[in-house]
């Protein structure tokens, strides 16, 4: 719980500093998980975003944020692998995320993430009018446009990095 408040702390201190506007919303932590938030509280899978860890498999490991539609699969075996210039990549499992991000999932954000964490974030996000992603924990979520992730520094927005399910 101590760690949670760290994070959270810190998310806020990132976004404050970056001067990111955002709207945080307090929810149950049994709910943190995309799906079963959009049902309880009334959004739309549309305009919610996923942060997914993704890690290297062979030789020195090497980690990426990843974050498309909640309604878009992440294409790890080829976009990302390749913008992480290794031979395999998968997802984190949910220990090493909460390792090397400090967040849970249902919890992941791009914002207070280690320096050596790229962010690559799907392009079809900014069409959104707003996007719903964790806060760095399980009992909040945060709301803005966007565009206002364009000022989060090692962020890149990448055409192909979510392969719509539809």
Sequence with gaps: MERTKEIEARVVSTLEYLKIAYEKFEIDPNFADTAAFCEKYGFSMDESG???LVASKRGNKKYSACIVRATDRLDVNHTVKRL???SRASFAS???TTEVTGMMIGGVTPFALPKNVPIYVDLRILELDSVILGSGSRSSKLKMTPSELRK???IHFIEGIGISAS
């Design 152 to 154: 989060t520094p090692n």
């Design 94 to 96: 949910a220990d090493e």
């Design 50 to 52: 996923n942060t997914i």
């Design 84 to 86: 992480m210039e290794v």
